[in-house]
């Protein structure tokens, strides 16, 4: 009698987990799942974004394909969708996506306007952050032009010599003739060669002729490239042609960029940084002064001469006071955004370590680790690990990634947790998107390059975060 009560327990069990297994697999998310992909063949009904960028040339089109559904997977349909986890039960553990759609707070008359305002708005935008220079240009197959790809860069109304210009023509022809063309600017040489004509120098064409082939490519060796239109960070696209044969590159036509050079960072062999030459360590304060001090003392019994800049917008501040401390005041209530630009603006290191003013720095916090995976690396922002008072600590690893949408439709901006990659020399380090809000960050990339005067160095922002090398 025990026995088929024991059976029959064993059985309820095998029942009640095929049950669960079932349930499980007809309610959890398929949106991953890869969808079988036929051979290529002629587009028939709605076209499928997948598969748009590998259409065939006309003389190509009776070619069979098999698609390679693990690779086409990894290339963008620039149709994305913001849904969420399909099914109606959701079993505990298991991983959801949950999708909020903006336009819902808008009324059908509102949203359209919203639309066309925000397209007009996006459109000025990539006139702006957009030039010649990023334009995709192929060079043709067996093209007898030699020509510069890409790398070649003027200062706005300045002079360059063009390099690598050459004609590779068959050898017995009469006559040789190569013409440059350019928008932005104009041609001239550095020096003229025997046997070769010159016309248009000092125009945006010129045109070089000769009866020899080494005299026509020794003169373009010559060849230089004028900015004639005062245009900071823009491209001239240039044409470069001969008989029959016609090629494209960009100059790139823009201000060299300003270094900002600092002490060196890398010790002598066995040595220590020097942690207060390189960090300054930021904060932004309201009206919690015992935990600002509490954060200072823990930061002077380790970091005595490190430099603390603290921005506070306290209603009635108190005075903080010390060797090593700047204290500035703002406006009641001006915000965490605001005061993190305060504070960062007046850091002259090379680093700026941010932390929170109810952190607490104990024998475990070793900023010379943060400053060795940034002197080693080209990382701009490498992040640490908060202990909680339960213990456990958080490093809030984020994904995070945009992906483009159907024209009119907007991206879809998705967030997971996880990180890419480890990072090769550091055990135990990641390469992610999103660190928990204690970080060391290069000052020159945080200040000059999210444009800290005029438009506020915000890392909150997720798109500062998408930006950022971590």
Same mark, same amino acid.
């Given at each position: 009698?025990?026995?088929?009560?024991?059976?029959?327990?064993?059985? @309820?069990?095998?029942?009640?987990?095929?049950?669960?297994?079932?349930?499980?697999?007809?309610?959890?998310?398929?949106?991953?799942?890869?969808?079988?992909?036929?051979?290529?063949?002629?587009?028939?009904?709605?076209?499928?974004?997948?598969?748009? +960028?590998?259409?065939?040339?006309?003389?190509?089109?009776? !070619?069979?394909?098999?698609?390679?559904?693990?690779?086409?997977?990894?290339?963008?349909?620039?149709?994305?969708?913001?849904? *969420?986890?399909?099914? !109606?039960?959701?079993?505990?553990?298991?991983?959801?996506?949950?999708?909020?759609?903006?336009?819902?707070?808008?009324?059908?008359?509102?949203?359209?306007?919203?639309?066309? *305002?925000?397209?007009?708005?996006?459109?000025?935008?990539?006139?702006?952050?957009?030039?010649?220079?990023?334009?995709?240009?192929?060079?043709?197959?067996?093209?007898?032009?030699?020509?510069?790809?890409?790398? @070649?860069?003027?200062?706005?109304?300045?002079?360059?010599?063009? $390099?690598?210009?050459?004609?590779?023509?068959? *050898?017995?022809?009469?006559?040789?003739?190569?013409?440059?063309?350019?928008?932005?600017?104009?041609?001239?040489?550095?020096?003229?060669?025997?046997?070769?004509?010159?016309?248009?120098?000092?125009?945006?064409?010129?045109?070089?002729?000769?009866?020899?082939?080494?005299?026509?490519?020794?003169?373009?060796?010559?060849?230089?490239?004028?900015?004639?239109?005062?245009?900071?960070?823009?491209?001239?696209?240039?044409?470069?042609?001969?008989? +029959?044969?016609?090629?494209?590159?960009?100059?790139?036509?823009?201000?060299?960029?300003?270094?900002?050079?600092?002490?060196?960072?890398?010790?002598? /062999?066995?040595?220590?940084?020097? !942690?207060?030459?390189?960090?300054?360590?930021?904060?932004?304060?309201?009206?919690?002064?015992?935990?600002?001090?509490?954060?200072?003392?823990?930061?002077?019994?380790?970091?005595?001469?490190?430099?603390? !800049?603290?921005? &506070?917008?306290?209603?009635?501040?108190?005075?903080?006071?010390?060797?090593? %401390?700047?204290?500035?005041?703002?406006?009641?209530?001006?915000?965490?955004?605001? +005061? =993190?630009?305060?504070?960062?603006?007046? @850091?002259?290191?090379?680093?700026?370590?941010?932390?929170?003013?109810?952190?607490?720095?104990?024998?475990?916090?070793?900023?010379?680790?943060?400053?060795?995976?940034?002197? =080693?690396?080209?990382? &701009?922002?490498?992040?640490?690990?908060?202990?909680?008072?339960?213990?456990?600590?958080?490093?809030?690893?984020?994904?995070?990634?945009?992906?483009? +949408?159907?024209?009119? =439709?907007?991206?879809?901006?998705? /967030?997971?947790?996880?990180?890419?990659?480890?990072?090769?020399?550091?055990?135990?380090?990641?390469?992610?998107?999103?660190?928990?809000?204690?970080?060391?960050?290069?000052?020159?990339?945080?200040?000059?390059?999210?444009?800290?005067?005029?438009?506020?160095?915000?890392?909150?922002?997720?798109?500062?975060? %998408?930006?950022? $090398?971590?």
């Amino acid at each position: 009698m025990r026995l088929g009560r024991r059976a029959l327990c064993v059985l @309820v069990l095998l029942l009640v987990g095929a049950s669960l297994g079932l349930l499980y697999a007809r309610t959890r998310d398929t949106s991953d799942r890869p969808i079988p992909l036929p051979l290529w063949a002629p587009l028939q009904g709605p076209p499928r974004p997948e598969l748009l +960028g590998l259409a065939p040339e006309p003389r190509y089109a009776h !070619i069979p394909v098999r698609i390679k559904e693990q690779v086409v997977g990894l290339l963008s349909a620039n149709n994305c969708s913001c849904e *969420s986890s399909a099914g !109606i039960f959701h079993l505990p553990f298991q991983r959801q996506v949950h999708a909020t759609d903006f336009t819902e707070a808008f009324d059908p008359e509102e949203l359209k306007a919203a639309s066309a *305002s925000r397209e007009q708005e996006f459109q000025a935008f990539l006139s702006r952050s957009q030039s010649a220079a990023d334009q995709l240009l192929i060079a043709p197959a067996n093209c007898p032009l030699q020509y510069p790809v890409q790398g @070649v860069e003027v200062q706005p109304l300045r002079s360059i010599l063009v $390099p690598g210009l050459s004609l590779h023509a068959a *050898s017995g022809q009469e006559v040789y003739q190569v013409n440059l063309t350019a928008s932005l600017g104009t041609w001239d040489v550095a020096g003229e060669v025997t046997g070769v004509t010159l016309t248009g120098e000092g125009q945006p064409n010129l045109t070089l002729i000769s009866s020899g082939l080494d005299q026509l490519n020794r003169q373009l060796q010559l060849v230089t490239y004028s900015s004639r239109s005062y245009q900071a960070n823009t491209a001239d696209t240039v044409r470069f042609s001969t008989e +029959g044969h016609e090629a494209a590159f960009t100059i790139h036509i823009r201000h060299l960029p300003n270094p900002r050079l600092y002490p060196p960072g890398s010790p002598p /062999q066995g040595a220590q940084y020097n !942690i207060s030459a390189l960090v300054t360590i930021a904060t932004k304060t309201f009206l919690r002064y015992d935990r600002l001090r509490a954060l200072i003392a823990s930061i002077r019994r380790f970091y005595p001469t490190v430099t603390v !800049i603290i921005a &506070d917008d306290s209603d009635k501040p108190e005075i903080i006071s010390g060797p090593h %401390i700047e204290h500035y005041l703002m406006p009641f209530g001006k915000g965490w955004f605001a +005061g =993190r630009n305060l504070a960062v603006s007046q @850091v002259t290191t090379k680093y700026v370590l941010w932390v929170d003013d109810d952190f607490i720095f104990t024998a475990r916090t070793q900023l010379e680790r943060l400053v060795d995976v940034l002197e =080693r690396t080209p990382l &701009d922002l490498v992040g640490g690990a908060v202990r909680e008072i339960s213990g456990f600590a958080t490093t809030y690893r984020q994904r995070l990634s945009v992906e483009p +949408g159907a024209p009119g =439709r907007g991206n879809c901006f998705r /967030q997971k947790q996880g990180f890419h990659h480890e990072l090769s020399g550091f055990p135990g380090c990641v390469v992610t998107d999103g660190v928990v809000n204690f970080f060391l960050a290069r000052t020159d990339k945080n200040s000059s390059w999210m444009g800290l005067a005029p438009f506020g160095w915000d890392p909150a922002q997720t798109s500062w975060w %998408i930006t950022r $090398p971590k």
